[in-house]
Nanobody, 121 residues
């Protein structure tokens, strides 16, 4: 059974930094695009950044320059480095991964449970 487990969230003052990690575990033949979404109270879940296995990055325009995404394929892990955090970055951050089904070329999308990031003013 595939699981995505996030870590690294917490409470930080405005201007501070956090690094989120997400590890995919289980019977995994391969992982395609991985990344992060976030959901603030009362808002819909929104894209933060994703990265392909080959390193192609998609990042929300408003977060460029402050957030950086990276991954280690050998460790089935994706990271999100968040710098100069602002109160409006407060949200639950969810890890996402497209994981190949055994014996096929199809992929299913998986989500982690989320990790809370709170930025105080």
């Amino acid at each position: 059974q595939v699981q995505l487990v996030e870590s690294g969230g917490g409470l930080v003052q405005a201007g501070g930094s956090l690094r989120l990690s997400c590890v995919a575990s289980g019977m995994i033949p391969s992982i395609g695009r991985m990344g992060w979404y976030r959901q603030a109270p009362g808002n819909q879940r929104e894209l933060v950044a994703t990265i392909s296995r080959g390193g192609d990055i998609i990042i929300e325009d408003s977060l460029k320059g402050r957030f950086t995404i990276s991954r280690e394929n050998a460790k089935n892990t994706v990271y999100l480095q968040m710098n100069n955090l602002k109160p409006e970055d407060t949200a639950v951050y969810y890890c996402m991964a497209y994981i190949t089904n055994w014996g096929t070329t199809t992929q299913n999308q998986y989500w982690g449970q989320g990790t809370q990031v709170t930025v105080s003013a």
